[in-house]
Every structure is written in C-alpha cells, then in structure tokens.
C-alpha cells in the first residue's frame, strides 16, 4: 500500500474542500451586500401590496399582477421571460359576512368570514343550535343523531407544544380543509371553525375548505376570541344558537399564468434550479407574507446574481406560481409541463413561510447520510448570517408535484422564523407594513447563496 501517495489524495482534498469555502464565502459575502445594500425586493413588494393589492385568483388583480409580473422581469434584463397558462377557480367571497351567537335572548355579533370555496347560505342566512367538536372523529362517534340540522362549530386550539408554529398548523388544519365536508355527511347545516393561530384575538382567518364528494355547505372561521367566548356559553347553555350569513359565489375557471424568468446556463443549460412563491393570494388583505415577499425573494435571488455579474452553469428558473390558495393549479401546470418537456431539474426552492428572519433551509425526504454531509460543509457557511439550520422536512405546496414528475428533484423549503407567521396568515393584517425590510433582503440573500452553493457544487452528497 502506498502510504505516501494516500497522504496525498488526502491533503490535495482538504485543500481543495478549503479553498472552495474560502471562494464560497466570498461570493456569499458579496450577495449579503447586494441583498442589503441595493435590494429591491422590498420597493417591488410594496408596489405589489399598495398598487394592486389583494390577488384572489381568477380576479382583475390577479390579471394585473401577472401583467406587472412580467414586466418587472423583463425590465431587469432576465435572459428569457414568459407566462405558462393555467386555468384556475373564481370564487368570489361577496358582501361581508354576518354571524353571531344567539343564548336566549342576547345576540353577540362575532368577527368572522367565510372560507375559500365556501358556498352561500340562504339569502336570510341559517339558524340552528350549535355541537361543539375537536376533531373529525367526534363527528362518527356522535353520527347523525347527533349532528343533522345543526351548526358544526370545529374548536381545536393549536398545540402550543410544537417549536415550529408550521406544525401546530399542519395538525390542526384538517378541521379547516376537510371538517364542512365531513360534518355534511352527517347533515350538518353549516360549519364554523376556530381560526388557525395561537393569537387570541379578533381577527378571522380565512382559508380554503375541500368538500370532497359531499354535499357543500356554508362554511366559516371566528376568531379566537369568539371562538373561546362561544364555547364557554355553550359549556352553560346547550341550546345556544349561531346565526350565519355567507355570499359566496363559485364563477366558472379562468384563464390565468405562471409567471417564470430564467437565467440560462452556461454549462449546463438543460439543467435547472427553480426558486418560487405563488403571486395569489386570499381577498381579505394584501397578501404581504402569504406570498408577496416569497415571490419577491424569488426575482431578487435572480436580480442579485445580474448585479454582480454572476453566470450561473445551470439555468436558474424565478417562477411565480397562480392559484397555491384554494387550487395549487399552478403548481400542477408547472409539474405537468416539466414532465412534457422532459426538464431535468436539480432543485426546487419554495419560499412560502413569510419574510421573517431567515433560520435555514428543509430538504424533502433527505437521508440522514445526506444531512451529515450538507451540515459539514455548508452549515457553517450559512451560521455566518444566522441561518444555517439544514434539516429534514417538507418543502412546499407549489413545488410539491415535481415529486411526482421529475422524481429526481430535491425539493427545499425557505424556513425563516415561524413564531409570527400564524398571527398574519389569512388574515386582514397580512398587509404591507408587517413586513420588516431587513429580515425580507436577509431572507432573499439567504436563499440566493443557497441557489449559488447548489449551482457550483450540486447536491450529490
């Protein structure tokens, strides 16, 4: 065995392994700076929030942010930009909601709104008494004895215990999605839901509900508040009412995009890495974390790497998804058409959780093998700015169906901090000025030195 020779693989290894995060950060440092110092993700956001405002798909504002979309790409000189057509729903909330609690004699009013794709009540609104539930399994257990001609009220709090409010989401978002379903099959009238946050207060988080093949019945969030004041009235009273009044309305689908800018590569053109939000959003508000700052990160990771010069080897793909709200449409459309076109993708980033502080990055179904080897050569890269969480976990709703379509793709979530998000998701407070400009440009040079770190050295780890 030549000893010798051993030694020197080796030492010309480490060397090399040095050398390439010496390099690696100072590119990073140098995208630190242009996100902070020049970024316009911030200015653009404030124009999508403020100049067009709340994007539901299928509206005239989703229309005009596709159109401004574009624009802007085209604007900052991207090699190719285009729009990928997707037919999407067109619910339409309609005049303000009414609701409130009837015991005897006293009528509360409560902050409430209806949920995305929610049908309508009757134009005088629905009356009935009111069966409180925890989960969809209470609703076999009590059957239609129990539930025929009354008002489902679904009251499962988050679970505080989880670090990741993400979590506390994910396990208590079942009542939201599929409880109106489930409660219509036992003859349920309508369906009131807690809203999805650890925040008590008044504002109602709205969402979109899945029917499935059930009969669709009105369906709404209260807020926490009213939520925790209906139940203790009802813990004395069990013959308390709930008045409900929705004005919803389901249009026929309409044509909509997906917005998509590329660098192309110059080694490995046919190669892509994706980084992308979704443009949509809910009615209620602005849409500023849930997604504008996800899809303005998404062109600032783009723009970062025009400013300083920087041709990538593989083609670096800003998509703007239509329709993650109350569809995934273009999710399913962008998946559909890398698959017909036989794309090879590398990676796809999905920057959805808000524009908090970044913390790091989850990688989908990584191996354990996989996560050793990332944390030690890149973990400490990114600890320099505070975010070199790498972990095994989900990645997104947008990018999900590549994981179907192109199954070699690693699928990768943004994870800023999560303790603030749950408190604007969905609400009318998902507006422009709960965005904080120093944690959006944090997040979006995160996310580019990540789009960089993979564009020079892979993921073959």
Known sequence: MNFKS??????????????????????????????????????????????????????????KAVDWSKKLMQDYGFDRVYLQEVMVPHWVRGAKEQGYIIDGKTKTPVALCALGMSVATPAN?????????????????????????????????????????????????DQRNAGPGAASKYGAVAVIVRSLT?????????????????????????STIAANQLSELLKKNKSVQFYL???????????????????????????????????????????????????????????????????PKHTLRAVFFMNEENGDRGGLKYAELAAKNKEEHIAAIETDEGG????????????????KNINAQWKSLFETYEAGRLVEGGSGTDIGPLRETV???????????????????????DVFENVNKRELELGAGTIASLVYLIDQHGLNF
């Not at 996100?35 to 299928?58: D, F, M, P, T, W």
């Open 6 to 63: 051993i030694f020197t693989t080796v030492a010309l290894a480490a060397t090399t392994l040095v050398s390439n995060a010496q390099t690696d950060s100072v590119m990073m440092r140098h995208i630190f700076d242009e996100a902070l110092v020049n970024g316009k993700c911030y200015e653009n956001l404030h124009y999508l929030c403020k100049n067009i405002g709340q994007r539901l798909s299928g509206s005239a504002n989703a229309q």
């Open 125 to 173: 609104g629905v009356t009935a008494n009111v069966i409180e539930v925890h989960s969809l399994k209470q609703l076999d257990t009590l059957g239609e004895a129990g539930i025929k001609g009354k008002i489902v009220f679904f009251n499962r709090p988050f679970d505080e215990r989880f670090i990741e409010q993400g979590t506390a989401y994910g396990t208590a978002g």
């Open 198 to 222: 650890s925040a008590l207060d008044n504002y109602p988080h709205t969402g979109a509900t899945n029917y499935g093949k059930n009969k669709p019945i009105p369906a709404a969030a209260i």
């Open 245 to 311: 009044k929705d004005n919803c309305e389901m249009l026929p689908d309409v044509l909509s995009y997906n917005v998509v800018g590329e660098l192309t590569g110059s080694v490995n053109p046919n190669q892509i890495i994706t980084v992308g939000g979704h443009l949509d959003s809910w009615d209620l508000a602005e849409g500023a974390h849930d997604d504008g700052t996800g899809v303005m990160q998404s062109a600032e990771v783009l723009r970062i790497f025009k400013a300083l010069d920087y041709r």
């Open 356 to 371: 908090f502080t970044p913390r790091g990055f989850s990688f989908e179904k990584a191996s354990p093998a996989f996560l």
């Open 407 to 429: 199954p070699s793709v690693m699928l990768i979530g943004f994870r800023p901090d999560s303790q603030r998000y749950f408190n604007i998701h969905h609400t009318p407070n």
